[in-house]
């Protein structure tokens, strides 16, 4: 089992006792990182709901992540998928964030990760999910 460590674009791997999770050490976001939920597709209430539930080894309290958080592992030197090297499941298709669209609270932001790309949605379409949380530090 795997945790890998992503900071900035230096990827770190180490055997840790959780797999399918990804820790970005310059944001302290661990973010659910597995083949079964790369193809994984859901309204955006659905999206909530899961990662609300969702439990990885010892990891649990995860979340839609916000359009700033999904963001940080966009790289747009990368294609098909747009995604920081060492996120090894991400589909090129559409994914959830929490942040809404200010005209339209039925509207959110997401991120099309074939080329990085923002674009609002309504919440009832179905679209990829990836969750997150944040790792508190010692000193939070």
């Known amino acids: 089992m795997k945790l890998s460590l992503l900071g900035g674009l230096l990827l770190l791997s180490m055997t840790l006792s959780a797999k399918d999770v990804i820790l970005d050490t310059s944001t302290s976001l661990l973010w659910q990182d597995s083949a079964e939920s790369r193809d994984m597709t859901m309204t955006y209430f659905e999206a909530k709901d899961y990662c609300a539930k969702l439990s990885i080894a010892q990891y649990s309290d995860f979340?839609?992540?916000?359009?700033?958080?999904?963001?940080?592992?966009?790289?747009?030197?990368?294609?098909?998928?747009?995604?920081?090297?060492?996120?090894?499941?991400?589909?090129?298709?559409?994914?959830?964030?929490?942040?809404?669209?200010?005209?339209?609270?039925?509207?959110?932001?997401t991120i099309n990760f074939k080329k990085g790309e923002y674009a609002v949605k309504g919440k009832h379409y179905t679209r990829n999910i990836r969750c997150v949380q944040k790792i508190k530090g010692k000193s939070e």
């Open 63 to 109: 979340r839609v992540p916000t359009l700033y958080e999904l963001r940080t592992i966009v790289d747009y030197k990368n294609y098909k998928p747009a995604s920081l090297s060492g996120i090894n499941y991400t589909a090129s298709e559409t994914y959830w964030t929490t942040t809404e669209f200010a005209d339209d609270a039925s509207e959110v932001w």
